[in-house]
């Protein structure tokens, strides 16, 4: 009895799973023709992600033409994927058509309005490529504030380094829109003078985030416009530390030591920066800086410190071998690399920045 029992509910187990999926089958049946637009969004969908596949692979590969091609066609099947579009824009920026690059940006932000990276790269645009400031300095602000939630899982996933990151990164670049906004104002005082203040806002709120080379060295540039000039030093200093073969921070450092009539350290950071682009081959650089660097040693024969910094030049390795010119150019050898690191790490006169503080006029 309890045998055939058994063969009867198998029996019935298996029915039921024959009608139940029969009657899921004519429902599905029946669905694409009661549906049959969500079912062709669906198809879309799918094309278009392979299209996007297609389009970043080729992107990989620096074949432009055929990413924008997939991304165009991707968007085609699928206008709502707002990665497609960040990507299209950001080809378009390669091919320098701003203003396409700036529509598609606009319209993936519409999509996804908490997407910090694009609304960034969309900022840098309006700023360096069409000069439209106010917009841009607004952008920045709104992809601080717009930031995506924080997400941890361990090992797997954290995006609030990436959003700390991201942040640094919108006010740094807002910085240098506020510094280009006061370019534009030049002639007024007042207005450049509160721009460049606001740019050193921006600054000084990134290195919270993160701290990095061009951050501490436009800082010193504000700071040098504002006349700030120990704060400026600073940040040069700060600068070199972190990137001491960067000629940039040695010139503008050698230029603000000039005008404290700090001689003989102003020398110190012009022969850095002169050595520095001689190393690459800069030939038209190298010379303009010698020339002011023959300005600033003829004005330190006149003053007390030349003797002993000019004993101290004599005494560096520069001319002992280790140093030589090939086809005009300078060759360093290693073991003068080495030496050359530790001193170019260290900027002149560091104490005088870190002594002294700055009074607003």
């Known amino acids: 009895m309890n045998k055939y029992l058994k063969k009867i509910i198998y029996f019935m187990q298996d029915t039921t799973v024959r009608v139940v999926s029969l009657v899921l089958l004519v429902l599905l049946i029946i669905s694409f023709f009661v549906f049959p637009e969500f079912y062709k969004t669906q198809l879309n969908k799918i094309q278009s992600f392979y299209f ?16 924008i091609d997939n991304y165009t066609k991707a968007l085609e099947l699928h206008p709502k994927h707002y990665r497609a579009r960040y990507n299209l824009a950001n080809l378009y920026v390669a091919y320098e058509d701003y203003y396409s690059a700036l529509e598609n940006y606009k319209l993936a932000l519409e999509l996804k309005p908490d997407f910090m990276i694009a609304r960034i790269d969309y900022a840098i645009v309006l700023s360096e490529a069409t000069f439209n400031y106010d917009k841009a300095i607004e952008e920045y602000d709104t992809a601080i504030k717009k930031a995506p939630k924080w997400m941890y899982i361990p090992f797997i996933i954290d995006n609030k380094k990436t959003y700390k990151y991201n942040k640094g990164v919108a006010y740094y670049n807002q910085g240098l829109a506020w510094r280009g906004k ?8 007042y207005k450049s003078r509160k721009f460049l203040l606001s740019a050193v806002e921006s ?7 993160i701290k990095e080379y061009d951050i501490y060295y436009n800082l010193g540039i504000a700071n040098q416009l504002l006349k700030r000039n120990f704060a400026a030093g600073r940040s040069y200093c700060k600068a070199i530390e972190m990137e001491p073969m960067n000629y940039e921070a040695h010139y503008n450092l050698a230029i603000l030591l000039k005008s404290m009539k700090k001689y003989s350290d102003s020398a110190e950071e012009f022969i850095k920066a002169g050595l520095l682009l001689d190393s690459k081959g800069d030939s038209n650089k190298t010379r303009y800086v010698y020339d002011v660097l023959n300005e ?37 050898s290693e073991e003068f690399d080495k030496a050359m690191f530790k001193n170019f790490k260290t900027c002149a006169n560091k104490e005088l920045f870190e002594s002294e503080e700055d009074f607003d006029e």
């Not at 996007?52 to 990413?67: E, F, I, N, R, S």
């Not at 006061?182 to 002639?187: E, H, K």
């Not at 600054?203 to 985030?209: F, N």
Request: net charge positive.
């Open 52 to 67: 996007v596949y297609q389009g970043d692979k080729a992107y990989k590969q620096h074949k432009l033409q055929a990413a």
């Open 182 to 189: 006061s370019l534009i104002f030049g002639q007024d005082k």
């Open 203 to 209: 600054y000084e709120k990134a290195l919270k985030s």
């Open 296 to 332: 600033v040693n003829a004005r330190l024969a006149l003053d007390p410190d030349y003797l002993p910094l000019k004993q101290k030049l004599d005494e560096e390795e520069f001319g002992n071998g280790k140093v030589t010119y090939i086809h005009g150019k300078l060759v360093i």
